[in-house]
């Protein structure tokens, strides 16, 4: 299967609360996981990425975990911001049979309120 | 250094017509990729070309092609217009693969098809 599943679909947290938001993927052999964040009406951009090699990457208040055995993998923000309501992708590398592609979940909208 | 500049911004349609988007990378990538964006449904993979060459392309019907020049600017077409090809396409580019390398997304064109 090519599938990345992510959850939930919408996430409310108060400010400063922590938001988690998970995704699996099906191929045992995918070895990238990118966070792309989308603002509403901006194009998508990258906040963090992981590669199979480590179980875990912090970046300032964003953590990635992955979990290669379950193949989970999930996005940490702590000391939520205003600035960070925006719609959250996960994504995987996927093998196709004769190349690799990155297939992205549903993504996450989160919604930070005060 | 200027980002990944997409052209045109908007575009109206009608069904039955033929479409060229264009899509210029960041200085140096070598690599672009194409992906649809609808509500709901996220980003759904394209294909993605590096040097000239398509290296892998998604599950899309053979209406939506595309091309990379030796500039590295790539242009994607999608002919016979059908009301559910109104999306937001974005191209994306990567110093290396597109399922390895954080992408760099343009602004996208929206296509509204009447």
């Known amino acids: 299967g090519e599938n990345v599943e992510q959850h939930p679909s919408t996430l409310s947290v108060q400010e400063g609360d922590s938001a988690v938001i998970k995704c699996t993927y099906s191929?045992?052999?995918?070895?990238?996981f990118p966070w792309y964040k989308q603002e509403l009406g901006k194009r998508p951009q990258l906040i963090i990425d992981i590669r199979s090699n480590v179980g875990e990457k912090k970046d300032q208040r964003i953590a990635v975990t992955l979990n290669k055995t379950a193949k989970h993998f999930s996005l940490h923000i702590t000391e939520t911001q205003p600035e960070d309501s925006a719609v959250y992708f996960c994504?995987?590398?996927?093998?196709?049979?004769?190349?690799?592609?990155?297939?992205f979940g549903t993504g996450t909208r989160l919604q930070v309120t005060l | 250094k200027a980002g990944v500049t997409q052209t045109p911004r908007y575009l109206i349609k009608t069904r039955g017509q033929q479409v060229t988007l264009s899509c210029s990378p960041i200085?140096?990538?070598?690599?672009v990729s194409w992906y649809q964006q609808t509500p709901g449904q996220g980003l759904q993979f394209l294909f993605e070309y590096f040097s000239e060459t398509q290296r892998n392309k998604g599950n899309f019907p053979g209406r939506f092609s595309g091309r990379q020049f030796s500039n590295s600017r790539s242009e994607m077409n999608v002919s016979t217009l059908e009301l559910g090809d109104s999306a937001l396409y974005l191209c994306a580019s990567s110093t290396g693969q597109g399922s390895n390398s954080p992408l760099h997304f343009g602004n996208g064109t929206r296509l509204t098809v009447t």
């Open positions: 200085s140096g990538h070598r690599s």
């Open positions: 994504a995987a590398s996927i093998w196709t049979g004769t190349a690799s592609k990155l297939t």
């Open positions: 191929d045992s052999a995918s070895n990238y």
